[in-house]
């Protein structure tokens, strides 16, 4: 099993450009996240879906949307790219049976925004 | 609104030398409490799991405690392999949410 894996593993955009990052899980979990990580703030949820067909809004969700493209697939896209959208992504699943609420991170997209 | 504070926000130790990083937490309903590991440029890594207070878990060197309003990450006779950055989370059970709420961070060093 690969578990969680992100694509791609580093992208710079110029302001105002728009990216998908990608995220896919193998281990039939039915919830999936995305967070972003910034140098003395640690991780903070921008969207999260409980199952596929939901998402809703987590701590910082301004200038982000996603997609919940099936059960394996959650995408997060950014519609136009600003300086302080430059971070660390990571995207987590987590399952329903048995350690229900562990999730578990993908290696991280590394974006820089000029 | 759900809070973990980490301390120290760094750590450096001997190998050998034994030390606690420390989580203190507030949370409505505290379903979880999640002790992760990350290496530079890498993912977290997760660790533990504790649930109620008085549970404890281990695995090798690192042993995890929880109290009501706090959580232990015991490192014994660490080794220079344990340097990475420990996250600790929590999960309430406010909303039926599904959502951790994240610590700083405390960055381990163990020297050779």
């Known amino acids: 099993n690969a578990g969680v894996t992100q694509t791609p593993k580093f992208q710079v955009l110029k302001t105002g450009q728009s990216m998908t990052l990608q995220c896919a899980q193998d281990m039939n979990h039915n919830s999936m996240y995305w967070y972003r990580q910034d140098p003395g703030m640690g991780l903070r949820l921008i969207y999260y879906?409980?199952?596929?067909?939901?998402?809703d809004k987590g701590e910082v969700p301004n200038g982000y949307n996603v997609s919940r493209l099936n059960k394996r697939e959650f995408s997060l896209r950014l519609e136009s790219a600003a300086p302080s959208q430059t971070s660390v992504y990571f995207c987590?699943?987590?399952?329903?049976?048995?350690?229900?609420?562990?999730?578990?991170f993908g290696p991280g997209t590394r974006l820089t925004v000029l | 609104e759900d809070q973990v504070t980490q301390s120290p926000e760094a750590l450096r130790l001997q190998e050998g030398e034994s030390s606690s990083l420390n989580c203190s937490y507030t949370v409505s309903g505290l379903r979880g409490l999640f002790w992760y590991r990350q290496d530079p440029g890498k993912g977290p890594e997760f660790l533990f799991t504790?649930?109620?207070a008085g549970e404890e878990k281990e695995k090798e060197r690192l042993k995890a405690t929880l109290t009501k309003k706090e959580s232990f990450l015991h490192i014994t006779a660490p080794k220079p392999e344990d340097s990475a950055t420990y996250l600790c989370a929590v999960q309430g059970s406010q909303g039926g949410s599904e959502k951790l709420v994240f610590g700083k961070g405390t960055k381990l060093t163990v020297n050779p």
């Open positions: 879906s409980a199952s596929e067909g939901t998402t």
């Open positions: 504790l649930y109620s």
């Open positions: 987590a699943s987590s399952g329903t049976s048995g350690r229900w609420y562990e999730q578990f």
